[in-house]
């Protein structure tokens, strides 16, 4: 079965750290650009952090720069979220998402357009995993 599943969401306290994992089943996430975008109530969707197919590019959204990480490990098949100073404006299901690189840009444009565009198609999509940022 072909599938992105997250893990490692739940509470946190203003100030506090959680990991998010995005595992990836029956196929491979070496040609892939991925992406954690989020959903909060009454909110539209936004692409919060993603990552290229090598890793070497990444994108963040402006809200989380300098609190959130996003790696890759291919040889694992897995991807991270780092999150850390967590706000309560952060919470929301996260969504793991992955879509074929592109053979016609950059990597940092790869990254860039997907972040960007949260709403578009994508060829995986995990299951969401909730995170809840309150004291």
């Known amino acids: 079965q072909l599938q992105l599943v997250e893990s490692g969401g739940g509470l946190a306290q203003p100030g506090g750290s959680l990991r998010l994992s995005c595992a990836a089943s029956?196929?491979?996430?070496?040609?892939?650009?991925i992406g954690w975008f989020r959903q909060a109530p009454g909110k539209e969707r936004e692409g919060v952090s993603c990552i290229s197919s090598s890793g070497g590019s990444t994108n963040y959204a402006d809200s989380v720069k300098g609190r959130f990480t996003i790696s890759r490990d291919n040889a694992k098949n897995m991807v991270y979220l780092q999150m850390n100073s967590l706000k309560p404006e952060d919470t929301g299901v996260y969504y793991c998402?992955?879509?074929?690189?592109?053979?016609?840009?950059?990597?940092?444009?790869?990254?860039?357009?997907?972040?960007?565009?949260?709403?578009?198609?994508?060829?995986?999509w995990g299951q969401g995993t909730q995170v809840t940022v309150s004291s």
């Open positions: 029956g196929f491979t996430l070496d040609y892939y650009v």
């Open positions: 998402v992955a879509g074929l690189r592109s053979p016609l840009l950059s990597e940092i444009s790869d990254v860039q357009a997907m972040c960007n565009f949260p709403q578009a198609k994508y060829d995986y």
